[in-house]
């Protein structure tokens, strides 16, 4: 099992910015790809940002520019800074981890990220 620690999330105003960290920790070998997704309120969760282990990452076309993904393997940790946020951005973050053999995905709880106009 792995566990996924979140944090980072609060409230900003818009153009302002946040980092959100997710900490991997339990039976971490074989983590491949680590991500970020998010859910408003009314919407389905989306794809925000994953970094598959190696170096590549990919982005939602609507964060593009504005938000990177990072990651410390030495740490299992990733990281998710924002910049130029806006009221749109506002969701709950999700990280996600997906481990090979299998694979298996796991969750984070959730971190609330408010951007007020």
């Known amino acids: 099992q792995v566990q996924l620690v979140e944090s980072g999330g609060g409230l900003v105003q818009a153009g302002g910015s946040l980092r959100l960290s997710c900490a991997a920790s339990g039976s971490i070998s074989g983590i491949n790809v680590m991500g970020w997704y998010r859910q408003a309120p009314g919407k389905q969760r989306e794809l925000v940002a994953v970094s598959v282990r190696g170096g590549s990452t990919n982005y939602a076309d609507s964060v593009k520019g504005r938000f990177t993904i990072s990651r410390d393997n030495a740490k299992n940790t990733v990281y998710l800074e924002m910049n130029s946020l806006t009221p749109e951005d506002t969701a709950v973050y999700y990280c996600?981890?997906?481990?090979?053999?299998?694979?298996?995905?796991?969750w984070g709880q959730g971190t609330q990220v408010t951007v007020s106009s």
């Open positions: 996600k981890v997906v481990q090979w053999p299998g694979p298996r995905e796991y």
